[in-house]
């Protein structure tokens, strides 16, 4: 079974640019988390999708957007980027987000604002 | 609120030893789950190894295995017999279902030959 799969690797954008982040869940896996990973602040919820609906969302401005396709496949948005946004992206997926359904988390997208 | 802390930034062993990383939680919740998660260079997070909270016996899985005091909110994981491919980051975390994972701030290992 493939795992998270996550794209791009790496990317390297300008401040006030946007970006779109893309998250291929483990096929099945109906719930897709984001979390942003920095070395001062570790890993911080961004949101959660299920079945295309936005379940949870952390505590990050307006500039952070997400959705979920009917395929489960979900696309992080973040718009007027800031230096402050470098960072690790990691996506994880989830059967649902029931206690006993650990998450897998994909490799990551290395974003660096210059 | 939920909150899960991780007091040793860094640690290191040497290969074959034992270890043990620390973490500390705090929830409301009468029941959840406590997962280590490992981080390797290569940035994938594995899970290593995961207990419920209603389960008094401890959690092991190969090398691995955790010391779960519930009355203290403490999870500790063990590694035995230390191996060069455990260096990696841990993070400790917590779910209560309704609400995210919240994860520990991590510690840092590091497996010397």
């Known amino acids: 079974k493939a795992g998270v799969t996550q794209t791009p690797r790496y990317l390297i954008k300008t401040r006030g640019q946007q970006v779109t982040l893309s998250c291929s869940p483990i096929?099945?896996?109906?719930?897709v988390s984001w979390y942003q990973q920095t070395p001062g602040q570790g890993l911080q919820f961004l949101f959660e999708?299920?079945?295309?609906?936005?379940?949870n969302k952390g505590n990050f401005p307006g500039r952070f957007s997400g959705r979920q396709f009917s395929n489960s496949r979900s696309e992080m948005n973040v718009s007027t980027l800031e230096l402050g946004d470098s960072a690790l992206y990691l996506c994880?997926?989830?059967?649902?987000?029931?206690?006993?359904?650990?998450?897998?988390f994909g490799n990551g997208t290395r974003l660096t604002v210059t | 609120a939920q909150t899960v802390t991780q007091s040793q930034p860094e640690m290191s062993v040497q290969e074959a030893e034992t270890v043990t990383l620390s973490c500390t939680y705090d929830?409301?919740?009468?029941?959840?789950?406590l997962f280590w998660y490992k981080q390797p260079p290569s940035r994938q997070m594995i899970l290593v190894i995961r207990?419920?909270?209603?389960?008094?016996q401890n959690a092991t899985e190969n090398r691995f295995s955790v010391n779960f005091q519930k009355a203290a909110k403490s999870f500790s994981l063990k590694i035995s017999d230390s191996q060069l491919g455990d260096t990696a980051m841990y993070f400790c975390?917590?779910?209560?279902?309704?609400?995210?994972?919240?994860f520990g701030k991590g510690t840092r290992l590091s497996v010397i030959a």
């Open positions: 975390a917590l779910d209560s279902g309704n609400t995210p994972l919240v």
């Open positions: 207990q419920e909270a209603y389960k008094q």
């Open positions: 999708y299920f079945s295309e609906t936005q379940r």
């Open positions: 096929s099945g896996h109906r719930s």
């Open positions: 929830t409301s919740e009468s029941n959840y789950y």
């Open positions: 994880a997926s989830s059967l649902d987000r029931g206690m006993n359904s650990p998450l897998h």
